[in-house]
């Protein structure tokens, strides 16, 4: 089946502090979307990424699909208390229907 | 618009002992997902369904799990008989059509199997 990896497993900044994750694959991507997850709750889509290259920006979240569409990016521009959870990626590719999730990144946000 | 809904939040069984979860997915969509998600893992697809026919069962362990949507609704899983490593998140999710849209999922099940 299909294999993502996703970096960092856990990461604390400090309030204010920028916060990135990756998310790879070895194959090429269809498309890739980007969830969260509060700490007991259920995942939240954020967004879908399509197009090779492609940027798409959510107030202070940046997201990016790589050239060759097989990684990705979340950057949150200095976090807040709110950005607290658990972010996935998930993968779609070739003929799969199905959307594979990566492990996650769990951001602490000290104040 | 009404969300997920899955039923029930909480269970506790002992290992061996079955249980059954509930979902109904938000009015119209087509597709219907269940993931099991473990302590620190991202959720693994079990099951998916389009309408009431199975899209993809490949990762449902069918010795011991199953489900079913009958009228192309809401959905049943179940675990006969349980064991102490299906303590998990049980999460359903819907989409209104297949093939990566936007999956919005419920408050999941919490198993705790003894």
């Known amino acids: 089946g299909q294999q993502v990896m996703q970096i960092p497993q856990y990461q604390h900044v400090q309030e204010g502090e920028d916060f990135t994750t990756y998310c790879n694959s070895s194959?090429?991507?269809?498309?890739i979307q980007w969830y969260k997850q509060r700490p007991g709750g259920h995942p939240v889509f954020l967004i879908q990424?399509?197009?090779?290259?492609e940027v798409k920006k959510q107030k202070r979240l940046t997201f990016q699909f790589g050239e060759a569409k097989k990684n990705s990016s979340l950057h949150i521009t200095a976090t807040q208390t709110t950005d607290v959870g658990t972010y996935f990626c998930a993968v779609s590719s070739g003929s799969a229907r199905q959307l594979t999730f990566g492990s996650g990144t769990q951001l602490t946000v000290l104040p | 618009e009404a969300g997920v809904a899955q039923s029930p939040r909480y269970k506790i069984i002992e290992k061996r002992q079955s249980v059954a979860f509930w979902c109904n997915p938000i009015?119209?969509?087509?597709?219907l997902y269940w993931y099991q998600q473990i302590l620190g893992q991202g959720p693994k697809l079990l099951i998916q369904f389009q309408n009431n026919g199975v899209v993809d069962d490949s990762q449902l362990p069918k010795d011991r799990f199953s489900a079913e949507r009958l009228k192309g609704v809401d959905s049943t899983l179940k675990i006969q008989p349980a064991k102490l490593e299906d303590s998990a998140v049980y999460l359903c999710a819907s989409s209104f059509i297949i093939s990566g849209e936007t999956q919005y999922f419920g408050p999941g099940t919490r198993l705790l199997v003894l």
């Open positions: 194959t090429t991507l269809s498309n």
């Open positions: 009015s119209g969509h087509a597709t």
């Open positions: 990424l399509v197009k090779s290259g």
